[in-house]
């Protein structure tokens, strides 16, 4: 069975500090991938950074990375020096590559509330 | 258009009536997903178009619920006798292939409200 979990409902951190927002995922498939997504309050959902599972590198996109290990099946994001727009629902999603299957399965999200 | 447009963008609707969700992918985008996001919930999937083969609707929650695309193109997520359980944002995104990146492309969503 493929399942995400966000552990975290809800964070927060001090603008400019650094923040971490956890995803487990639990897949048999070999070949898949991870994406992170942030949905602001207005709704919109907005790609921040995706990573393959044969990939050797951990993703980094600007202030987004992501903290990639295989064998523990995480995939937990990073954002460094918070910004108050970093305010935001982000939701963890993975996408096994199989012959029957083609969708994306999401986690219930973390809520991130940056402090001035 | 630029993005993933979706219409309408609110709908009202009373418990028992049908309604149509339309949702018009970003041009040469193969792949189209439609979401349902119940308020403070995650992205629910519903169901799947790749192209011309079969979609997967493993995710549609009930026969009320069915949709169609024509080719590429537009798609519409019909429901039927609504329940007010159905009250959710519905979501559609599409994306270019179905490799391992595949990154969709979200529109902004109908918010269906069932009383």
């Known amino acids: 069975a493929q399942k995400i979990t966000q552990t975290q409902p809800g964070m927060f951190v001090q603008e400019k500090e650094a923040v971490t927002l956890d995803c487990t995922y639990d897949t048999s498939d070999p070949s898949y991938g991870l994406f992170w997504y942030k949905q602001p309050s207005s709704g919109e959902m907005i790609f921040l950074i995706y990573?393959?599972?044969?990939?050797?590198q951990n993703a980094t996109e600007g202030r987004y990375s992501l903290n990639f290990q295989k064998a523990r099946k995480s995939a937990n994001l990073v954002i460094s020096a918070s910004q108050l727009g970093d305010s935001a629902m982000y939701f963890c999603?993975?996408?096994?590559?199989?012959?029957?299957?083609?969708?994306?399965?999401f986690g219930t999200g973390t809520s991130l509330t940056v402090i001035p | 258009g630029a993005g993933v447009s979706q219409s309408p963008s609110n709908k009202v609707t009373e418990k028992g009536k049908d309604v149509e969700l339309r949702c018009d992918p970003i041009s040469g985008h193969t792949a189209l997903y439609w979401y349902r996001q119940r308020l403070g919930q995650g992205l629910e999937f519903l169901i799947y178009?790749?192209?011309?083969?079969?979609?997967?609707k493993s995710g549609l929650p009930s026969d009320r619920f069915s949709a169609e695309r024509t080719g590429e193109s537009v798609s519409t997520l019909t429901i039927q006798r609504t329940q007010q359980e159905d009250s959710a944002v519905y979501l559609c995104a599409s994306s270019l292939d179905r490799g391992t990146y595949n990154e969709q492309f979200f529109g902004p969503g109908t918010r269906l409200t069932v009383l």
């Open positions: 178009f790749q192209g011309n083969s079969a979609p997967d």
């Open positions: 990573q393959g599972s044969y990939d050797q």
């Open positions: 999603a993975m996408r096994p590559i199989t012959n029957t299957g083609n969708q994306f399965y």
